[in-house]
């Protein structure tokens, strides 16, 4: 059986890329680092591979705010093939930078299967300033395949921007219902509404997330290494392989 494809997207300002694409190569991908320019440009189609990640950075600057560029790219630009690419069974998965793109593009939270009405942003830390640091993120569901037998990730933020802000309070009833929120801060370090950390949309196959799961791929890179024993691999390689394991059944 072949390998499930993954096609890691970038633009201007991403920085996270060869960790994602070294962490798909681990979970056994094959994987291809493609300019979102391809995309739009049909170069490459989506429709090639079983698995989409945004990665983090500062796309495009974050000039007009923070991944607000490419979300918009997504959009527009990509109206009709990310809901068929999505709705034929594939992952989506945005980190950070990638997070706030498919926040602000509409794609999460994607409620019934709606992929193109912003219902959230993610904006300014309450702090006011970067925050670069490590968080405990505690699961709060199943729903997506992402996080299967994870229950917690202790992993770090990268950001200036990663408050997440719902248009209203129904907004968080309603994915608290649905079950769309997968972590949550155990303490909350930059004001998000309800803890929130990540969240998927209804089918639980687009899943987002601030913090950066990349980053741990090997246990000595965690500041906690040094004081307690843990396994070679880091805890964040699980939702790469999990999200392996669940395409390669297809």
């Not at 970038?10 to 056994?28: H, K, P, Y």
């Not at 993120?137 to 997506?144: C, D, I, R």
Request: net charge positive; aromatic share 10%; with cysteine.
């Amino acid at each position: 059986m072949a390998k499930p494809n993954a096609i890691v997207l970038r633009a201007a300002g991403t920085n996270c890329d060869f960790e994602t694409m070294a962490a798909l190569s681990l979970a056994g991908f094959k994987a291809d680092l493609v300019h979102i320019n391809e995309l739009t440009r049909k170069k490459k189609s989506l429709q090639d591979y079983r698995l989409l990640v945004v990665p983090g950075g500062f796309t495009f600057g974050d000039y007009l705010g923070s991944a607000k560029v490419l979300a918009n790219k997504l959009r527009l630009k990509l109206s009709s093939e990310i809901p068929e690419f999505i709705e034929s069974g594939n992952l989506v998965l945005g980190i950070c930078n990638g997070f706030q793109a498919l926040v602000k593009a509409g794609i999460l939270p994607g409620f019934k299967g709606n992929y193109s009405e912003q219902l959230a942003t993610l904006t300014f830390n309450k702090s006011g300033h970067f925050q670069d640091e490590w968080v405990l993120l505690k699961k709060e569901s199943n729903k997506t395949p992402f996080v299967k037998g994870v229950e917690s990730i202790y992993c770090p933020i990268n950001h200036g921007e990663g408050r997440f802000v719902p248009k209203d309070r129904k907004v968080i009833e309603r994915l608290a219902e649905n079950r769309q929120i997968v972590f949550k801060y155990a303490e909350n370090p930059n004001g998000s509404v309800a803890d929130i950390a990540g969240i998927c949309d209804e089918t639980g196959r687009v899943f987002g997330l601030m913090p950066h799961p990349e980053k741990v791929l090997f246990s000595i890179t965690n500041p906690l290494s040094t004081r307690k024993d843990f396994p070679e691999e880091g805890e964040g390689m699980q939702i790469f392989r999990n999200a392996f394991e669940f395409l390669n059944k297809k």
